[in-house]
């Protein structure tokens, strides 16, 4: 059972390149995340998904696009990389958050530096 | 809105020391409530977790009460290993939302 898979693990954009970061769940699980980590500033919520083909903004979701074409998958799109989005990206997905008592399940992280 | 606050670290500690990292949080309704570690070079992983009033969640030798008078929900180890050398998350999902709200991070070094 791999669970949460994370493509690429380690990442160098010139700025101005344009990437894309693909999430892969094998839980059958409705909700999906991407967070940003940085120094100081915890996780913050970048976009999220409720379900198939549904997307949402979260708390910083500026620069970046996404997609859920297919329930277990959600790719993050960087159109024209700045420094400014140099940090740690990492995918989530859950069962039923807020309903009850299910976690958020973690992918190994994508380590991303625009020069 | 919702919110998670919690200590700053990072927190150095001998080996069988004692740890409380704090945690309060603001939420409307009644939030499921979440420690997490992420230790060097990895992603999170749930280390415990609680979904009501007075709920203890532990894991590993790790404990935290949800406290809805104080809202908080504190980690506590009584006697740490080098081995639980990582950053520690809080963080709470609210009913009626899709999210998980996480705290900065408290950086945990435990020194042999």
């Known amino acids: 059972n791999a669970g949460v898979t994370q493509t690429p693990k380690f990442r160098v954009l010139k700025t101005g390149q344009s990437m894309t970061l693909l999430c892969a769940q094998d839980?059958?699980?409705?909700?999906m995340y991407w967070y940003r980590q940085d120094p100081g500033m915890g996780l913050r919520l970048i976009h999220y998904s409720v379900g198939e083909g549904t997307t949402a903004k979260g708390e910083v979701p500026d620069g970046y696009n996404v997609s859920r074409l297919k329930k277990q998958n959600f790719l993050l799109g960087l159109e024209s990389a700045a420094p400014s989005q140099t940090s740690v990206y990492f995918c989530?997905?859950?069962?039923?958050?807020?309903?009850?008592?299910?976690?958020?399940?973690f992918g190994q992280g994508t380590r991303l530096t625009v020069v | 809105g919702n919110s998670v606050t919690q200590m700053e670290g990072p927190v150095t500690l001998s080996e069988e020391a004692f740890l409380t990292i704090n945690c309060t949080y603001t939420?409307?309704?009644?939030?499921?409530l979440f420690w997490y570690v992420q230790y060097p070079g990895e992603g999170l992983q749930l280390l415990l977790k609680a979904t009501k009033a007075d709920d203890k969640g532990s894991n590993k030798g790790f404990e935290a009460t949800y406290r809805k008078e104080t809202t908080s929900f504190h980690l506590e180890k009584g006697s740490v290993q080098v081995s639980d050398s990582a950053v520690y998350f809080c963080?709470?999902?609210?009913?009626?939302?899709?999210?998980?709200?996480f705290g900065t991070g408290t950086r945990l070094k435990v020194l042999a």
């Open positions: 939420a409307t309704g009644y939030p499921s």
């Open positions: 839980m059958n699980h409705e909700y």
């Open positions: 963080a709470l999902s609210a009913s009626g939302t899709y999210k998980y709200i």
């Open positions: 989530a997905s859950s069962y039923s958050p807020g309903l009850s008592d299910t976690e958020a399940f």
